[in-house]
């Protein structure tokens, strides 16, 4: 069923379950509810939600090279800390801060969500570091298995589940943007020399691409970020998306097809903003469709 779509029940109980009982008794019934909807499965039906269901079924990419992979990610991201996080978050860790709809996530029945973007966590992670110890500088890297709901692209290697790797770095902003454009620069230097890494290991990526995307306001960021990056020359656009706090940057690949992948995506965000009510904390991420690497850009079946 496509999760936009209301089941047909009366508005009252809609409203009940919404509203009207406490959190901790609706996760308690929709839990015996669950229980009692598994009890009546046969092996059979399992057997044929295993076979059809998109959300279960085994990543294409062989277990060893993603492995191999995030070693090689994690080892060239040393400056940052290596998290793992746990399989699940609490509810609205993504729609409270950003915006996307819980209809992308896959819910609970326990008050938690499947990590859908790891940016979202880690931006929890650094809010707690940040409450502690207001003057730190917290930067995390992590490789996480994400899962979403919406309908997945028709095009290969895309699925409803996938690894992806990711950069995030938080602290108080500095005078004329210092932290901002350091933790930029930081973020763009990173996922440049992991592909150069990478293609010393059987991977290829041509014809790569760096996109500076910034809204007015931050365009002369942009224009310095541009000249500071000499590793790759960058084009500047407009910035049109709400979703990132004025500055995005984004770095593509060409697949042997000829067409350009956007697999690196990162940018500022205001999330800090509203999970510390501190304005003048800056929060920072990126990351990189790590299986999408392994499945478009791998030139051996094994990474040495």
């Given at each position: 069923?496509?999760?936009?779509?209301?089941?047909?029940?009366?508005?009252?109980?809609?409203?009940?379950?919404?509203?009207?009982?406490?959190?901790?008794?609706?996760?308690?019934?929709?839990?015996?509810?669950?229980?009692?909807?598994?009890?009546?499965?046969?092996?059979?039906?399992?057997?044929?939600?295993?076979?059809?269901?998109?959300?279960?079924?085994?990543?294409?990419?062989?277990?060893?090279?993603?492995?191999?992979?995030?070693?090689?990610?994690?080892?060239?991201?040393?400056?940052?800390?290596?998290?793992?996080?746990?399989?699940?978050?609490?509810?609205?860790?993504?729609?409270?801060?950003?915006?996307?709809?819980?209809?992308?996530?896959?819910?609970?029945?326990?008050?938690?969500?499947?990590?859908?973007?790891?940016?979202?966590?880690?931006?929890?992670?650094?809010?707690?570091?940040?409450?502690?110890?207001?003057?730190?500088?917290?930067?995390?890297?992590?490789?996480?298995?994400?899962?979403?709901?919406?309908?997945?692209?028709?095009q290969p290697g895309f699925a409803a589940h996938f690894r992806m790797f990711?950069?995030?770095?938080?602290?108080?902003?500095?005078?004329?943007?210092?932290?901002?454009?350091?933790?930029?620069?930081?973020?763009?230097?990173?996922?440049?020399?992991?592909?150069?890494?990478?293609?010393?290991?059987?991977?290829?990526?041509?014809?790569?691409?760096?996109?500076?995307?910034?809204?007015?306001?931050?365009?002369?960021?942009?224009?310095?970020?541009?000249?500071?990056?000499?590793?790759?020359?960058?084009?500047?656009?407009?910035?049109?998306?709400?979703?990132?706090d004025g500055l995005r940057f984004m770095i593509d690949a060409g697949t042997p097809d000829g067409n350009?992948?956007?697999?690196?995506?990162?940018?500022?965000?205001?999330?800090?903003?509203?999970?510390?009510?501190?304005?003048?904390?800056?929060?920072?991420?990126?990351?990189?469709?790590?299986?999408?690497?392994?499945?478009?850009?791998?030139?051996?079946?094994?990474?040495?």
């Amino acid at each position: 069923m496509d999760p936009t779509e209301h089941v047909n029940v009366d508005e009252p109980l809609r409203q009940a379950l919404a509203q009207g009982i406490a959190g901790t008794e609706l996760w308690s019934l929709l839990l015996a509810v669950l229980e009692s909807r598994a009890a009546a499965r046969t092996p059979a039906t399992v057997r044929r939600q295993w076979d059809t269901d998109r959300f279960v079924q085994p990543c294409a990419i062989d277990q060893r090279t993603l492995h191999q992979l995030d070693w090689h990610l994690l080892a060239n991201a040393a400056a940052f800390e290596a998290l793992e996080l746990a399989p699940l978050a609490p509810l609205a860790t993504c729609s409270s801060v950003a915006l996307t709809s819980q209809n992308r996530i896959v819910s609970t029945a326990r008050g938690s969500e499947v990590v859908s973007d790891p940016t979202n966590v880690l931006a929890l992670e650094c809010s707690k570091r940040l409450r502690a110890a207001p003057g730190a500088v917290v930067k995390l890297a992590t490789s996480h298995r994400c899962v979403r709901a919406q309908a997945v692209p028709n095009q290969p290697g895309f699925a409803a589940h996938f690894r992806m790797f990711c950069l995030a770095s938080a602290g108080h902003e500095r005078k004329d943007h210092a932290f901002l454009v350091e933790a930029l620069t930081e973020h763009i230097r990173t996922h440049l020399a992991a592909l150069d890494r990478l293609e010393k290991h059987g991977y290829h990526f041509p014809d790569r691409k760096l996109r500076l995307l910034a809204t007015p306001l931050l365009l002369h960021l942009a224009e310095h970020l541009a000249e500071t990056i000499t590793e790759l020359p960058a084009t500047l656009e407009p910035l049109d998306h709400d979703y990132y706090d004025g500055l995005r940057f984004m770095i593509d690949a060409g697949t042997p097809d000829g067409n350009a992948i956007p697999l690196i995506d990162g940018g500022a965000f205001d999330w800090l903003h509203k999970l510390t009510a501190n304005n003048r904390m800056v929060f920072v991420a990126s990351g990189m469709g790590s299986q999408l690497a392994a499945f478009l850009f791998r030139r051996v079946a094994q990474i040495a």
